[in-house]
């Protein structure tokens, strides 16, 4: 399963090692900036899935960050956990109206804030919480890996089944093939970009193998990307 991305930003390193602790056993997949000016550069390298954010930073502040990430196009949306020590509180209204989505006061309790990023990104992109995922006759089901083209089940391999979870969670979006080694291989693979090549060609050819639709678009120069198109009514 393709596992969120969560980008924290905190330069006390107890909290960073505590909340990557807690993410990644909860099924996340983590990266850590430890300044706010590291962290604009990771936000459009690594494109998480949901911030943390702290309010104190060095480099530049959370808030400042946050204003910054609000004002780009590929970032209006992006979710955004706001963190603050005790007595910035007041400050509340002036962090919501920066544009973080929740805002949490330490100390916090864990479980509460991964309530709220499960909340959050659930709100964000409901495909993360969904079991299964639905596109015209194509339905993928995430409990028990199997997909089906209306009653024909597709036989994917490991691979494929995620290449495919990974596209149709965000239809229309394009992945180039880094992010694809990123996201379904993992960023410490060490395969090219020509392997993902082969899986892309695996996956359609056992998603069109009676000649149906192909839910899968090549974008020249760029990726692939799941048709945004597929499943509407033409
Ligand atoms: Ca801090």
Same mark, same amino acid.
């Given at each position: 399963?393709? &596992?969120? +991305?969560?980008?924290?930003?905190?330069?006390?390193?107890?909290l960073?090692?505590?909340?990557t602790y $807690?993410?990644?056993?909860? @099924?996340?997949?983590?990266?850590?900036?430890?300044? /706010? %000016?590291?962290?604009a550069?990771l936000?459009?390298?690594?494109?998480?899935?949901l911030?943390?954010?702290?309010?104190?930073?060095? !480099?530049?502040? !959370?808030?400042?960050?946050?204003? &910054?990430?609000?004002q780009?196009?590929?970032?209006?949306?992006?979710?955004?956990?706001?963190?603050?020590?005790? /007595?910035?509180?007041?400050?509340?209204?002036?962090?919501l109206a920066? /544009?973080?989505?929740?805002?949490v006061?330490?100390?916090?309790?864990?479980?509460?804030?991964?309530?709220?990023v +499960?909340?959050?990104?659930?709100?964000? $992109?409901?495909? =993360?919480?969904?079991?299964?995922m639905?596109?015209g006759?194509?339905?993928?089901?995430?409990?028990? +890996?199997?997909?089906? &083209? *209306?009653?024909?089940?597709?036989?994917l @391999?490991?691979?494929? =089944?995620?290449?495919?979870?990974c596209?149709?969670? *965000?239809? @229309?979006?394009?992945?180039?093939?880094?992010q694809l080694?990123?996201?379904?291989? !993992?960023?410490?693979?060490?395969?090219?970009d020509?392997?993902?090549?082969?899986?892309? !060609?695996?996956?359609?050819?056992?998603?069109? *193998?009676? %000649?149906?639709?192909d839910?899968?678009r090549?974008?020249? /120069?760029?990726?692939?990307?799941?048709?945004?198109?597929?499943g509407?009514?033409?």
């Open positions: 399963m393709t &596992r969120p +991305k969560i980008l924290i930003v905190e330069d006390e390193q107890p960073v090692t505590l909340l $807690n993410l990644e056993t909860e @099924g996340y997949a983590t990266t850590v900036a430890m300044r /706010g %000016d590291q962290a550069d936000v459009h390298e690594e494109r998480p899935d911030l943390i954010l702290d309010w104190m930073l060095p !480099g530049i502040s !959370g808030i400042e960050l946050c204003r &910054r990430l609000r780009r196009q590929e970032t209006r949306t992006l979710p955004i956990i706001m963190l603050t020590a005790r /007595g910035e509180e007041s400050e509340r209204i002036r962090g920066t /544009g973080a989505d929740d805002y006061v330490k100390p916090f309790s864990v479980a509460e804030l991964m309530a709220r +499960k909340a959050l990104l659930r709100r964000a $992109n409901p495909a =993360f919480a969904a079991d299964t639905e596109a006759d194509l339905r993928l089901d995430r409990v028990t +890996k199997r997909v089906h &083209r *209306s009653a024909r089940e597709v036989k @391999g490991p691979t494929e =089944f995620r290449l495919l979870e596209l149709m969670k *965000s239809p @229309g979006r394009v992945y180039g093939r880094d080694l990123d996201q379904v291989w !993992g960023r410490d693979s060490e395969i090219d020509r392997t993902v090549d082969v899986h892309v !060609g695996r996956l359609r050819k056992a998603l069109t *193998s009676l %000649d149906e639709r839910p899968i090549t974008v020249r /120069g760029a990726g692939y990307a799941f048709d945004e198109t597929f509407r009514v033409a």
